[in-house]
């Protein structure tokens, strides 16, 4: 299948020399990204934030995103991205391709929901018996594991409808294609702020930690350093500061990210989540 393949990196000052085997100074590390909005808008947002990376750290990062969760998931387990911004990575048969966790967006933790129109009909999960309800994909954690484990769980069967990514599944519902949709609560209130679209939630998950920047055990050291720290100081230096500013009102967000420190241990409640779940989690 044909991947989104971006250019991100357009000439960095110096690179850190990168000691594994195969790799040349110049050539740039691929950086996966979770697939939630078009590969459009994710190459508009991620771009100028993996060239300021890249400038600052000296090492070169190539946007790589997927067509498909399914198939982001499949490359995550593969190893196939340098780093990651994703949680892909803490799915129960992912975990031995080993990326770890070296920071993450300052943010409060996310929500997964079933969300349906303002004026819809629909008060309760128990009216979603038998209706039509949209999910981003089969590994989406927020839009499908999430409220799919919540409807298994109270015995609500549905009509299961996928839509390619979260935003996908935030138009069908727009359209009146479905009654409801799972979707990632962030997602969510800012497709809405976007569309001018009203909505009510029937149904909210317990709050996870959304997505972490992850390396793959390969990279070398130096070469992790170098981008961990040009992340963490993005936002408080005037260009990176603008970049990020910038990025956000591609998506319309209120406030621009900021990146913080993380570690593994934090996102424990996730994998825990995965090795329990009634959703079978499908991989390519």
């Keep these: 299948m044909k991947k989104w393949v971006v250019a991100a990196w357009l000439g960095a000052a110096s690179v850190v020399a990168l000691g594994t085997p195969g790799w040349s100074q110049n050539q740039p590390l691929l950086f996966g990204v979770i697939i939630w909005r078009s590969p459009t808008l994710t190459a508009q947002f991620w771009n100028p934030i993996l060239r300021y990376v890249s400038e600052r750290s000296g090492v070169p990062l190539q946007l790589k995103v997927a067509q498909t969760g399914p198939e982001h998931t499949a490359m995550v387990r593969r190893g196939e991205y340098h780093f990651l911004y994703s949680n892909h990575n803490f799915i129960k048969e992912n975990e031995e391709s080993g990326y770890r966790v070296f920071a993450r967006p300052k943010e409060d933790a996310g929500t997964g929901e ?7 009909p629909i008060r309760t999960l128990a009216d979603l018996e038998g209706q039509e309800v949209a999910f981003p994909h089969t590994a989406a954690f927020f839009g499908y594991h999430l409220p799919m484990d919540a409807l298994m769980r109270k015995g ?38 976007r569309e001018n679209l009203a909505y009510r939630t029937l149904w909210s998950s317990d709050k996870y930690l959304s997505l972490a920047l992850s390396a793959l055990p390969s990279v070398p050291a130096d070469a992790v350093k170098a981008v961990r720290e040009a992340f963490l100081k993005m936002a408080d230096e005037p260009e990176g500061a603008k970049v990020l500013a910038s990025s956000a009102n591609v998506l319309k967000q209120a406030t621009p990210m900021r990146f913080v420190a993380s570690k593994d241990s934090e996102f424990d409640n996730m994998r825990k989540f995965y090795r329990t779940t009634l959703v079978k989690v499908e991989l390519q």
């Excluded at 079933?114 to 819809?120: E, P």
């Excluded at 009509?159 to 969510?188: I, S």
């Design 114 to 120: 079933i969300v349906v129109l303002k004026d819809s």
């Design 156 to 193: 609500i069967q549905v009509k299961v409808h996928f839509a390619g990514n979260q935003e996908g599944a935030m138009g069908q519902l727009k359209a009146g294609r479905v009654v409801a949709a799972g979707v990632n609560a962030e997602v969510m209130r800012a497709f809405a702020q």
